[in-house]
């Protein structure tokens, strides 16, 4: 590569060609969640403030929270943070207190547990707002044993 | 910016990203799986509010899932913007957008929901 290169041109391409397997996905994975709940985070602090500084709009917020893509992304959202987090302990931890850890083959099976941990702790939550959004949204009651509330 | 700076900054990334873990997860879990956003109006907004110990979990959600989420922010960006100069000026303009929404976000957790304003 040039040395002239644009640093967006060379980080650009280094996301999408390092072969750093396995350590490389997490940590774009990392970084995306990181960035989209802190998006997520910008326009909700502003929304929620919204009951002191516009009461009336609150509702109309939580209206679009409601609708069925909204809560689409919620579902990936409550991915994004437990996927952020496990993976983001795994990092605290291991530069706090035992940077040896840092060798690329034990980071392999570190990252592979990290993901498995994350889709269990996700699994669950995303499975109840998938029965709340159909029951809400769209009629579908998945348990009708339980009833609605 | 000083390397010292960095060295806290860096260190304050991995504690508070350790102490977001019980304070967002839980909020997370409560607020968007268990109450869900169908249960979730300006009335639930209000007896939450009026109590201390609520506003004082959120301020502290806010001041730290929102400062560890820009830093992170300017750490990315610092990937792409390699001047001396260009780093400034987005370290800057962060931080007061970083200000900006705090302060924002704590006026609305003191001053509580307001749901008596609404007219209709
Ligand atoms: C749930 C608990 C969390 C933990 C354990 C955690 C942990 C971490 C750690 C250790 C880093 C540094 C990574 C590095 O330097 O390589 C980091 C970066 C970051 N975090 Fe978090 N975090 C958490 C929550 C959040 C939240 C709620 C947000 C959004 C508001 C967020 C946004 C970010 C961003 C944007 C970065 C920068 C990503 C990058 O440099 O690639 N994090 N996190
Ligand atoms: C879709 C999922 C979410 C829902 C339904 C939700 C719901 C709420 C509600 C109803 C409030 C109002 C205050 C209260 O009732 O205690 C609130 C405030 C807050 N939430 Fe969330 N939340 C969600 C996700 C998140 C995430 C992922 C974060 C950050 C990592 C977060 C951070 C905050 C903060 C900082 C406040 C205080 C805002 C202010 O200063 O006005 N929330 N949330």
Known sequence: MASSASPLKTTA??????QGREGHYAFLLHRLTGLGVLLFLIIHILDTSTVYFYPELYEHAIALYRSTPFMLGEIGLVFAVIYHGVNG????????WMPKRWAIQTQRNAVRITLAISVLLWAPAALWMTYNMLLHNHGINLLPFIGTH | MKPRFEAIAWRAMRYSGI???PLAWFHVYLQDVIVGVHAIDINYVAVRLANTGWVVYNFLLLAFAFAHGMYGLRQVSFDFVRSERGRRNVSILLLV?????????AIA????ARPELITH
Request: charged fraction near 5%; proline fraction near 0%.
């Open chain 1, 89 to 96: 302990l795994r990092i605290a931890v291991t530069d706090l």
């Open chain 2, 97 to 105: 957008l970083w200000l900006v929404i705090s302060l924002i976000g």
């Open chain 2, 109 to 112: 957790l003191i001053g509580g």
């Open chain 2, 19 to 21: 102490l977001l873990i």
């Open chain 1, 13 to 18: 391409t280094g996301y999408a060609t390092y």
